[in-house]
């Protein structure tokens, strides 16, 4: 007996648009969720015009009296330069990013899932799968909001459970230690000078007040989020030498102590919430994204990518293409022809993200060393129609078919890599 057509394991962005496509098409989805909305998680709460497009897709309103902050576009600081690049003019995406904080974000997707069908469950930890005598998932264990033991079962469980993948792990599927990993930490401070930013801010160099000549490790940003409040973060890549050996903690507050007082983020008085931290599983770190009855969705498969550290438009991407391949293959008999469906789901996964995930796999390794960064930002940051590239190049942001000059070399570029 089944409780549903699909169980989707995690709530966040990739598991409720993987629920809410699989609901519009007339499955029925357990959302499994182990907190409770309204939930905080660690995230720069910016989302470029990628992510912008699967929120259209779903129905949700992004205009600003919707609660979203929208940009124009990305700032970037380095070489002692600073240079606006608005989002690209594309056919494919729309030419604007939002921020918002995942504290609602997350229950306004899980909502637009119940709504169209899926039935959410918060406080349900999924604890392990069902296998049936051939090895095969056929649901998962776990433990309700009084921690009574449960079961759901499916023909197809979908794992969109974050970096900790508890569910995979289940089955085996370790994290691959040859892809890019990160470490990002962030905290919020009030700054009424810097909360309705309409560009997202990167900083390609970050230095201290202290010691103003020396190069901090890793990337910074700062967005803002139309709330009186800004989301302050950097990010390390496992190819810098200080990966490991580093107080992130510190090292962001270091940083934000050479940042202007009016910005009101060098000082304990103006931050709100503690310095918190997570890691960034990049270029398809674990793998297979199909296996014996389960797909992975999101982070949980290592999607983020390794350009930008991006994660949540690649969530609900994978949640999307899921869904599709969901529906096609449930609609046919168990067995072989079924699961010839269901591997449809990786190979299109290789095709999409394949090439470009090995170019930011190739990325991450040369600016993990700090002279190529420094030479880059140095001799790249004053040629604005090369960092227009860049942009299209770290967003993945390009026309598919006809496009600009620039698309037409992105795509190739992604067309002749091979595949991660």
């Known amino acids: 007996m089944s409780d549903a057509d699909v169980i989707v394991v995690g709530a966040g962005p990739g598991g409720s648009s993987t629920a809410f496509h699989l609901a519009q098409h007339g499955l029925s989805v357990q959302l499994l969720e182990k907190t409770e909305f309204p939930r905080e998680k660690v995230c720069g709460d910016g989302l470029t015009p990628r992510a912008v497009k699967q929120l259209v897709t779903m129905g949700v309103d992004t205009s600003e009296k919707a609660g979203w902050l929208q940009n124009r576009g990305l700032r970037v600081i380095g070489g002692g330069l600073r240079l606006e690049l608005d989002w690209p003019e594309l056919a494919s995406f729309p030419n604007y990013g939002l921020t918002r904080t995942r504290m609602d974000f997350d229950q306004l997707l899980a909502g637009r899932a119940t709504e169209v069908g899926a039935v959410l469950r918060t406080n349900t930890n999924v604890t392990g799968p069902i296998l049936n005598s051939s090895g095969r998932v056929i649901g998962v264990k776990a433990t309700g909001p009084g921690g009574e033991p449960q079961e759901f079962r499916a023909p197809l469980v979908i794992a ?244 600009d000059a620039m698309d037409r070399v992105i795509n190739a570029l992604t067309r002749v890599a091979p595949a991660a």
Not at 178 to 185: H, Q, S
Not at 200 to 227: Q, V
Not at 285 to 290: A, D, M, S
Not at 312 to 328: H, R
Request: glycine share 12%; with cysteine.
């Open 160 to 403: 969109a459970d974050g970096v900790s993948g508890r569910l995979p792990l289940a089955l085996g599927l370790t994290k691959r230690e040859d892809r890019p990993l990160g470490v990002a930490v962030r905290r919020y401070y009030r700054s009424p000078l810097k909360h309705d930013d309409n560009y997202l801010e990167s900083w390609l160099e970050l230095r201290s007040k202290e010691h103003p000549d020396k190069l901090l490790p890793g990337y910074g940003w700062i967005f803002g989020l139309g709330d009186g409040r800004v989301n302050v973060g950097l990010g390390v890549l496992n190819s810098s030498v200080a990966f490991g050996k580093t107080n992130y903690r510190t090292l962001l507050t270091d940083w934000l102590s050479s940042t202007p007082d009016e910005w009101q983020m060098n000082d304990e008085a103006h931050a709100d919430g503690g310095i918190q931290g997570a890691a960034l599983p990049m270029g398809f770190n674990r793998v297979p994204h199909y296996t014996r009855g389960v797909l992975l969705v999101g982070d949980c498969g290592g999607m983020v990518n390794p350009f930008n550290g991006e994660g949540i438009a690649y969530a609900m991407e994978s949640g999307a293409l899921a869904a599709e391949i969901a529906v096609q293959a449930l609609a046919r008999p168990a067995g072989p022809e079924r699961e010839r469906a269901f591997a449809a789901y990786p190979a299109e996964l290789k095709a999409r993200y394949g090439g470009y995930y090995r170019l930011g796999n190739w990325f991450v390794k040369l600016i993990g060393h700090p002279e190529v960064m420094r030479i880059a930002t140095k001799h790249g940051m004053p040629h604005p129609t090369l960092m227009r590239f860049v942009l299209k190049l770290l967003a993945n942001l390009t026309d598919p078919r006809g496009g």
